[in-house]
């Protein structure tokens, strides 16, 4: 069959490349469920990725695990306390009668509605949306589930690892006339909620495919039970007409944080997916070693197996195209995260993965065990600890059935599946590595389970090979540095990478840190930026043992009075991302940024709610986050994500979605209206941003058929425009051209450099924009609006790694960039003067001046010798005399070719903004 939108002669490599780019935006999704098999096709399919290591089959009998199987229960586990009036078993009630910490972690929806309303019990929390707006983008309704929380037997308050299930109907959702308690719990054991209202577009869907509107009435039923974790949902759909109708329902997630798919007989997929499954599962891939990041698992059941779409944060399940008759149907299903499982005592509480698809299934009617495995590690051998320790329960054909880890105790207590079952061990990656690729292959060691309900004393055994672990420690003038560490598998590669070099990239803020891999010989980079040198090591790495990679990384550019600072930065909150935001704000301080704008799709993340969860990071004055005293400015905006009018940042903005710009169906001058009337924070000057203006399908100029000297000024209001994007970066020559264009005309837009990071291995800060400003970083904490209005002003150099900065003399009087020149006395001369600095790991190219369109100067300076670990270079010219305004712009053009260096990840473009010249002398350039 072939799958729509893709023409026959469209090779699959270039389908599943379109589908990756339309993830994107959360927009994109709606190509995603067609081009991955909601349309009936299917697309190649990357090999499943694993998370976890599991080592051959060597058995250490030293270390072991005692496995009881159906063990008696001992004494009773405490319940947890109730949060419900009078201690009651269940309750909905409306969020601001419930008590005060329900949640923690920010992750929490943003800003609880007083119309929200919360379904609890002993075990469980879930909160259903009110308000007329959803909690994870624009476009989403209320009625959903916007946070979940898992309860254990310690009474800990839970931490919410869900942004949003969103349920659509024919892919579009409910806008809630109202959201009903059906069933207070007061009288009974079951607390109901019941949600319902016309079916409206989903705005990130509907623009993308236009989908006709089903004729049916929707309501959504949300029940939960007094001993259960899982939540039942029920979407009962009615046509409005006589007939019958047919609809696709489908639920969409997002989720924060690196969150692996699991499906039981597939394991660990990436996109796209398009297998069936009636349970999935969701975990975090390497929660243990990230204190931002609880561990949790959530799974889904439904009665009959749902087709699966894993793009990357956003999971949809789909239940197939859904016949209606006239008299209606009811489509059921049930979430649930963490688990309460009973075996023949007291109920119990478990995180684990088994766990929530245990309690998920049974909430729904499919077959479950009432068999336990029960164990403990008796002992553990450097450098693992026991949340390290990972146990998968596995069929007689080795189908992977469960997973279950060791919490901090050393301790797991795992439903079992029915039947005969075989268990294997196998140690976690290093959480704080952002491994994403390579490790070691599944070992299919370990003993059988019976079927039998009696059955204890199981040995296990622990396996070597063990990780070995590298210590990084980074320094500058004797004090700890944030360095990111890079690994590179030298070849052969360890065992598992398969045929690519095992690559891995950390991110240290406090400059020392211990990491786990698997035994190898490596190339170890550890960078601090472009200003920074770079030390690099080739080390090898003994299994169960610890090797020290240690150095001092001294400043060997001087940035004088620029700054360097990313406005467009992507993170967990963003549909597309799965990067905590921890994790990004320390790549910021790895990477020597003093300025950050967190900019989500179409939600505005106050990246300061992640700093104290994290350890490390804590809130600094004013706007700042801080490690130690060193500090990173930090600001909420978000990107406003069209799919047919470009894209947009927007700061600063007050946290939360009920403030994102409602781009649907808006053309590009009411999109420019919108956008510059977006509401900021009292007080604070809005920054408008055109994003990769020439970008592929998600291009502004394609859109309004730019052309540089004719485009009204009306179509180009923006404050700063992209010249080097991360991941546009192809077109920057094109866009450099364009801007060349608009300035000739008088246009003055400033020229940033931004990374537009999304994944786990894209650099914040590469590219960056450095920033010439007056106040030290200790003030700007408190005066973030200075870092914008230098930016407005144009006092600032896009770049994706060398300082680049230009000045133009005329006698006594200099005028920097984004200074205006005045106008001299006859025959005055004027001199350019462009400095290029950069370290020495960093290449050069050409230093090329342009006076308005024309190239007036290129001048190599790869060659530059090298002095204290650094490059400079100086290029001057004499300005010609002229009679009407026009501008001075310095550009350093990468050398072709790729390099080897790990600190380079984008080509190292560098452009500054224009010096610009009064030539008529009105004291005015083009009478601005």
Known sequence: ????????????????????????????????????????????????????????????????????????????????????????????????????????????????????????????????????????????????????????????????????????????????????????????????????????????????????????????????????????????????????????????????????????????????????????????????HLPWSPSFACAIAAPQPMSTIDAGAIKAFLHGNVEVPPEGITVTRALSCGGVFTVGCAPESGADLAAAMHDARAAVGLPTSDRVLVASLHSMRAPLSAPDVVVEVLSASDERLSRCSFDGQAQVRCPLPPGAARLRTGWVGDGATGLDSGGQPASLSGPSIAGSPKQTQIGLALQAPWPARLRVKATRDGEPLPVRVTLRAVPPSPQGSEDKLLRR????????????????????????????????????????????????????????????????????????????????????????????????????????????????????????????????????????????????????????????????????????DAVGQAATPAGDARVVQCNHPRFESFSFFKAIAFDAAHTPVKLLRCDLMELINGIGHKETGQVLTDWLGLLARGVSISAVGTSDCHGISDFVGNPRTWVRVAQPLDALCNQPGAIDDALRAGHAVASAGPLLTLKVTRGQTQAQVGELLPAGT????????????????????????????????????????????????????????????????????????????????????????????????DGKWFGQ
């Not at 009435?217 to 029920?234: E, M, N, P, S």
């Not at 290449?843 to 190239?855: S, W």
Request: net charge negative; aromatic share 6%.
């Open 1 to 288: 069959m072939v799958c729509p939108h893709r023409p026959p002669h469209v090779p699959r490599s270039a389908a599943r490349g379109r589908v990756r780019r339309a993830t994107r935006t959360a927009g994109g999704l709606a190509f995603a469920l067609l081009l991955a098999g909601a349309g009936g096709c299917t697309l190649d399919r990357p090999a499943p990725r694993e998370p976890f290591y599991f080592p051959p089959e060597v058995s250490l009998p030293s270390d072991t695990l005692s496995v009881d199987v159906d063990a008696d229960c001992g004494a009773p586990l405490s319940a947890p306390a109730s949060p419900c009036p009078g201690g009651r078993a269940v309750c909905a009630l409306k969020a601001g009668s419930t008590p005060a910490a329900l949640f923690a972690g920010p992750l929490v929806s943003w800003g609880e509605s007083a119309n929200d309303v919360v379904l609890a019990n002993r075990h469980a929390r879930y909160v259903i949306r009110g308000a007329a707006k959803g909690a994870a983008m624009y476009g989403t309704t209320g009625g959903h589930v916007v946070d979940v929380g898992h309860v254990t037997t310690d009474n800990e308050t839970p931490v919410d690892p869900l942004r949003e299930l969103v349920i659509t109907v024919g892919m579009h959702i409910v806008r809630p006339e109202s959201v009903t308690v059906l069933s207070d719990g007061a009288t009974d054991t079951v607390a109901r909620v019941e949600v319902q209202g016309p079916l409206v577009a989903f705005p990130t869907l509907d623009e993308a495919l236009s989908l006709a509107l089903p004729a049916v009435q929707v309501r959504h039923v949300y029940t939960l039970k007094a001993g259960d974790t899982a939540l039942r949902i029920a979407t009962h759909i009615k046509p409005t007409g006589s007939g019958k109708e047919q609809v696709l329902v489908g639920d969409v997630m997002f989720w924060g944080g690196e969150v692996a798919m699991y499906l039981p007989k597939h394991g660990d997929q990436t996109l796209p997916t398009t297998s069936q499954s009636d349970t999935l599962g969701f975990t975090r891939r390497r929660a243990a």
């Open 505 to 672: 990239t950390f991110a240290d803020v406090t400059g020392s840190a211990v990491h786990l891999v698997p035994a190898g010989t490596y190339e170890v980079w550890l960078n601090a930026g472009p200003l920074s040198a770079m030390l690099h090591k080739q080390v090898t790495l003994t299994a169960g043992e610890e090797t020290l990679v240690a150095g001092e990384l001294p400043q060997v550019v001087d940035p004088g009075g620029w700054i360097g600072a990313d406005t467009h930065v992507h993170s967990e909150p963003s549909s597309d991302s799965v990067v905590p935001v921890p994790r990004r704000l320390a790549g910021a301080l790895c990477e020597g940024l003093q300025y950050v704008v967190h900019t989500d799709h179409d939600t505005q993340t106050d990246p300061t709610r992640w700093a104290a969860p994290s350890g490390a990071l804590q809130p600094g004055p004013g706007s700042c986050v801080r490690i130690d005293e060193r500090r990173l400015v930090v600001r909420t905006g978000a990107e406003v994500s069209t799919l047919k009018t470009g894209h947009f940042n927007v700061w600063p903005a007050k946290p939360g979605p009920e403030g994102a710009v409602a781009w649907f169906e808006l053309g590009p001058e009411a999109l420019l």
């Open 826 to 921: 006859s025959g005055q001369k004027a001199t350019i003067e462009a400095h290029i600095a950069a370290p020495d790991w960093l290449p050069l190219g050409t230093v090329d001046i342009y006076v308005g369109q024309t190239k007036v100067k290129s001048v190599q300076v790869s060659n530059t010798a090298v002095a204290s670990g650094a490059r400079n270079a100086v290029v001057s010219l004499p300005l010609a005399a002229t009679a009407s305004d026009t501008t001075v712009v310095a550009v350093h053009v990468p050398a072709p070719g790729k390099s080897g260096w790990p600190g380079i990840h984008r080509p190292a473009w560098a452009v500054t903004n224009p010096v610009k010249i009064d030539g008529d002398g």
